[in-house]
């Protein structure tokens, strides 16, 4: 994966071909994979960072050379919003700088309420800079205007309906532009 606030992450598998994935939670998911996998494993999931990821695709069924590779390249930009660019056997995406690798989170405490007792912890928030209000959002969401943004309330995180995440994915999903897939595919014949 990248260290830039991306969120694409590439699984890489031996001897199989590398899914690659976008989440807006990829910090989350993959804190929650590492821990599976310990407890499944109990070794470590080795985590790589890198600006330029190599990618083995999916053997096709009548792709006689085997499969192939392509290259993501991850450049720092001004921007909150990934900008895509396909060159050939290379996808170039442009985005912000994540938080410092130092960021941790901090609990605060939610006052007291009428009866007296205490709530918990409010949901974590990060002590250094943050990447403001479009931190949560999705790619879909991000080029929305202003006013669909209103909701997020600067220093808050969002809470999810009581179903979780899963109908918000599914929305967000078919809003997705598959317009880049076409770097995903092996070539057909000499390419």
């Not at 943050?130 to 969002?158: D, M």
């Amino acid at each position: 994966m990248s260290p830039l606030q991306d969120d694409f992450f590439v699984i890489h598998v031996a001897n199989d071909f590398d899914p690659v994935l976008e989440s807006v939670l990829k910090t989350e998911f993959l804190t929650l994979l590492s821990e599976k996998y310990k407890h499944l494993t109990q070794n470590q999931l080795k985590f790589q960072f890198n600006n330029n990821i190599t990618v083995t695709l999916k053997k096709e069924e009548f792709d006689w050379r085997g499969g192939n590779t392509r290259t993501m390249q991850f450049h720092q930009a001004g921007g909150d919003n990934p900008v895509l660019k396909l060159s050939g056997k290379t996808l170039q995406v442009s985005i912000g700088p994540g938080l410092p690798s130092s960021t941790r989170p901090s609990h605060q405490r939610l006052p007291a309420t009428k009866g007296g007792k205490r709530p918990g912890l409010a949901a974590p928030s990060y002590q250094q800079q943050s990447r403001g209000p479009q931190q949560n959002l999705s790619i879909a969401q991000r080029g929305r205007s202003p006013s669909s943004k209103s909701s997020f309330v600067k220093g808050r995180t969002p809470s999810l309906h009581s179903k979780g995440a899963k109908g918000k994915a599914r929305r967000d999903s078919s809003n997705t532009d598959y317009s880049q897939a076409e770097f995903m595919k092996t070539p057909q014949g000499g390419g």
